[in-house]
């Protein structure tokens, strides 16, 4: 069997096992809804044959001696975000490639995680949207860190706000001078200080290229 194929077949694991517990827990709340229906034919059978010489109290009586007691459906209490975020990265990491959601989602119930729901793979993507800053979801797929860039998928972290206002700044001076200089007036900058703005600039783009390429006023 080859690599890929290996592959196929655990992702398609993964997403059956998904997909049970969602159905599961789809069937749990059908159950539920089967017993409301049959409890309310019950009444109703016995206010139509006459039945009950009280209606109200021999209701009220079957339901205490019969009914069965609420079930008390433990709470869902999910893993925190922040925890979810970090386990995260430190999966993407180990594997050094982005990993798609739901072997993301896999690794994390192994690791002890917890994200319940209806639909349990949605609660990570909401959970990982919510730590965005953390944690990156990539238009050609899959999960990486947020705060480092991948090139093969495109990706380049955005600049924080100091480095954009730096950047704005450099830009500025070295216009600013390149004009002084197209005038024939004396510069502002030495010629050290002009080299260095503009090789400060240079480092910066080349971090942050998609953004200050998409970008040319910052």
Do not use: C
């Not at 995260?88 to 990993?99: D, F, G, L, Y």
């Amino acid at each position: 069997m080859s690599d890929v194929a290996l592959e196929n077949a655990k992702a398609l694991k993964i997403k059956a096992l998904s997909e049970i517990a969602r159905l599961e827990a789809e069937l749990r709340g059908w159950h539920d809804r089967i017993s409301m229906a049959e409890h309310f034919i019950d009444q109703w059978n016995a206010f139509a044959s006459g039945a009950v010489e009280n209606p109200v109290e021999s209701v009220f009586a079957e339901q205490n001696k019969t009914a069965p007691s609420p079930v008390k459906r433990k709470a869902i209490r999910n893993s925190k975000k922040e925890d979810v975020a970090e386990a995260a990265r430190a999966i993407i990491r180990e594997r050094n490639a982005p990993v798609p959601r739901a072997e993301l989602f896999q690794a994390l119930v192994q690791r002890g995680l917890t994200m319940e729901g209806s639909d349990p793979e949605m609660v990570l993507s909401t959970m990982l949207w919510r730590m965005r800053t953390r944690v990156a979801r990539l238009k050609s797929g899959g999960y990486w860190l947020a705060d480092e860039p991948y090139p093969e998928g495109n990706y380049y972290p955005a600049p924080p706000e100091d480095v954009r206002t730096e950047a704005k700044t450099l830009r500025g001076l070295i216009e600013a001078e390149n004009h002084i200089v197209d005038r024939g007036e004396e510069p502002s900058m030495t010629t050290e200080e002009f080299s260095q703005a503009r090789a400060r600039l240079r480092e910066i783009e080349e971090q942050y290229p998609l953004v200050f390429v998409e970008a040319p006023d910052l």
